[in-house]
């Protein structure tokens, strides 16, 4: 069974850069072996919630390293994984208040569009002076 | 982006009733909807994905329905634990969204 974890600073100051990492873990399959299935192939996904704007998806990353963005935050947003680390991460450039909010990453299922089977349990991050 | 509307947004219900959540699509999505339940303090769980499949190790009790534009959640003989707060979600057109949820308090 996977698990993830996030991990990262609890407090970001305004303008500066977000930076939370998810490890994953499972036994001894790693990351990679993590991404597909029998029946499926999986994204690794950062999805945050705030009072504010609700459940909202920022991207996902695959294990090959190939990440797409929610288009309003693809300015600001870099993901990129390290599949010997067992390990993808999230940079967030720049953030406001707005972007207060728990941050969680999960896996993301492919089947036509992504749901998400497996969620870390979230890491607050609050931006303020 | 797609537009999803969850009704109602406070439910409250007694243990052994049957409640139905309704979640609403700006547009079609044919059948591309997942459900979650989301407790104090805790990710959200995946329950149902396409529209009516259920999650592995998620009771009968719950069940999914619908297609197009109008989605259901329907949970039967309410338990104690079912007090949550659940959430649609959509998986039909890029960029996936959230429904703003429906919180259910078990009396």
């Given amino acids: 069974q996977v698990q993830l974890q996030e991990s990262g600073p609890g407090l970001v100051q305004p303008?500066?850069?977000?930076?939370?990492?998810?490890?994953?873990?499972g036994g001894s399959t790693n990351i990679y072996d993590w991404s597909w299935s029998a029946t499926n192939s999986y994204y690794w996904t950062w999805i945050?919630?705030?009072?504010?704007?609700?459940?909202?998806?920022?991207?996902?990353?695959?294990?090959?390293?190939?990440?797409?963005?929610?288009?309003?935050?693809?300015?600001?947003?870099?993901?990129?994984?390290?599949?010997?680390?067992?390990?993808?991460s999230l940079?967030?450039?720049?953030v406001t208040a707005a972007d207060t909010a728990i941050y969680y990453c999960a896996r993301a299922v492919a089947d036509h569009g992504d749901y998400f089977g497996f969620w870390g349990q979230g890491t607050l991050v609050t931006v303020s002076s | 982006d797609i537009q999803m509307t969850q009704s109602p947004s406070t439910l409250s219900a007694s243990v052994g009733d049957r409640v139905t959540i309704t979640c609403r699509?700006?547009?079609?999505?044919?059948?591309?909807?997942?459900?979650?339940?989301?407790?104090?303090?805790?990710?959200?769980?995946?329950?149902?994905?396409?529209?009516?499949?259920?999650?592995?190790?998620?009771?009968?009790?719950?069940?999914?329905?619908?297609?197009?534009?109008?989605?259901?959640?329907?949970?039967?003989?309410?338990?104690?634990?079912d007090s949550a707060t659940y959430y649609c979600q959509q998986y039909n057109s890029y960029v996936w969204t959230f429904g703003q949820g429906t919180k259910l308090e078990i009396k």
């Avoid at chain 1, 940079?91 to 720049?94: A, E």
């Avoid at chain 2, 009771?59 to 003989?77: A, H």
Wanted: net charge positive; charged share 20%.
């Fill in chain 1, 48 to 88: 945050r919630q705030s009072a504010g704007k609700g459940l909202e998806w920022l991207g996902r990353i695959s294990a090959s390293g190939t990440a797409i963005l929610h288009p309003s935050l693809k300015s600001r947003v870099v993901m990129s994984i390290d599949t010997s680390k067992n390990q993808f």
């Fill in chain 2, 25 to 81: 699509t700006s547009q079609s999505i044919s059948r591309w909807l997942a459900w979650y339940q989301q407790k104090p303090g805790k990710a959200p769980k995946l329950l149902i994905y396409k529209t009516s499949t259920l999650e592995d190790g998620v009771p009968s009790r719950f069940s999914g329905s619908g297609s197009g534009t109008e989605f259901f959640l329907t949970i039967s003989n309410l338990q104690p634990d």
């Fill in chain 1, 15 to 25: 303008s500066e850069t977000l930076s939370l990492t998810c490890i994953v873990s």
């Fill in chain 1, 91 to 94: 940079r967030l450039k720049s």
